[in-house]
């Protein structure tokens, strides 16, 4: 049964940095789609980034596009999300997701995911 567990959200500053990490269970890491959504209170779900299983593609949304990074290690199981320069715009639940297996079909939709984490929040002040 693939799992998925998020950690490494908290209260950070204006401009600072954080990395979240998103464990997964069940063989899944190179295998599967994997992806980061957020959601602010009162608002949808957002897509922030998408990395393909074979690692041979990545994509971001706009608002986040030169800020985060997404990176993989293997040997942890763990996909990242390197977060800098954050704003208080940024403020959100945190999920990972993941989609496959195999799939060269990359989705930002949220509906596409099949396996979620139960998110970590991130809060951003001033």
């Known amino acids: 049964q693939a799992h998925l567990e998020e950690a490494g959200g908290e209260l950070v500053q204006s401009g600072g940095s954080l990395r979240l990490s998103c464990i997964a269970s069940?063989?899944?890491?190179?295998?599967?789609?994997m992806a980061w959504f957020r959601q602010a209170p009162g608002k949808e779900r957002e897509f922030v980034a998408v990395h393909r299983w074979d690692g041979g593609y990545i994509a971001y949304a706009y608002s986040v596009k030169g800020r985060f990074t997404v990176s993989r290690d293997p040997g942890k199981n763990t996909e990242y999300l390197q977060m800098n320069s954050l704003s208080p715009e940024d403020t959100a639940v945190y999920y990972c997701?993941?989609?496959?297996?195999?799939?060269?079909?990359?989705?930002?939709?949220?509906?596409?995911?099949?396996?979620w984490g139960q998110g970590t929040q991130v809060t951003v002040s001033n």
């Open positions: 997701a993941a989609h496959g297996p195999r799939s060269y079909s990359v989705s930002r939709s949220s509906t596409s995911y099949s396996i």
């Open positions: 069940g063989g899944i890491i190179n295998v599967y789609n």
